[in-house]
């Protein structure tokens, strides 16, 4: 049975997930990471399209994107065949590098767009790769800190502007964001969020579900209130 097509919003904010084909690696060295960001700026560039906040996995990625004129699709399937070729011309590998389809969902309003980045950047501390997210180096909550440059292909200020007017300050704001309790309508939509990209909520052994650090947070909370 054919599959839906996707409903195109112009000016959507969308949070989309291309993962590796049967969850292998898609990448393997610091120079794949380059690489992806590589092609993504490009694709970024030609499609009119802001990308919000990011975090490279090593089997998946996740985007807070906003779309222009272009349909999500057309990014996301631009970004992995030309990955995916230059990735191949290197190593022997028979078969597709990504799934077939993508995972996005539309976020309804700007209002859960600081929901979704702090989503998208405890991804490596919820899959026990570091107890701090600062210490993670593909995503951009380095940028968002401060304490990375922020590359051209970024644009961190449309978030960091709803934390404050001065950039210090709204960096301190968001950075207390980063370790509060969110408010029961996030955790809704954060649930629905994971739900659409295929993280169940409460699914152990999922990346994106695994506790968070307890190096992250001012006390111990429940998987709900992590969500």
């Known amino acids: 049975m054919p599959r839906c097509p996707r409903v195109h919003m112009p000016g959507g904010l969308y949070h989309a997930v291309l993962r590796g084909n049967h969850c292998q690696a898609i990448f393997r060295c610091a120079e794949d990471y380059l690489r ?3 092609v993504l700026a490009t694709a970024l560039d030609r499609y009119g399209a802001v990308l919000l906040a990011y975090c490279w996995m090593t089997n998946h990625v996740h985007l807070a994107i906003r779309v222009a004129d272009a349909p999500l699709g057309e990014i ?3 970004v992995a065949s030309r ?3 230059r990735l191949q011309r290197e190593i022997p590998t028979t078969g597709h590098l990504f799934e077939r389809r993508y ?3 539309v976020v309804d309003s700007d ?3 600081t929901a979704l980045v702090r989503y998208i950047h405890l991804n490596p501390v919820r899959a026990a790769i570091v107890l701090d997210a600062r210490d993670y180096r593909w995503s951009s909550h380095g940028a968002y800190l401060g304490r990375d440059s922020c590359p051209h292909w970024l644009a961190i200020d449309p978030v960091l502007e709803t934390f404050g007017s001065f950039p210090a300050a709204a960096r301190a704001a968001y950075q207390r964001f980063m370790v509060d309790e969110p408010g029961e309508e996030e955790i809704e939509q954060l649930q629905i ?3 659409s990209v295929g993280f169940s909520p409460g699914t152990r052994g ?3 579900m695994e506790p968070v650090a307890a190096s992250m947070v001012r006390r111990p909370r429940t998987l709900e209130a992590i969500l």
């Open 83 to 85: 990955y995916a070729r």
């Open 36 to 38: 992806f960001e590589e």
């Open 193 to 195: 969020l994971a739900r």
């Open 103 to 105: 995972r996005a969902r």
């Open 111 to 113: 209002r859960y767009l």
């Open 76 to 78: 996301m399937r631009s």
């Open 206 to 208: 999922t990346t994106a």
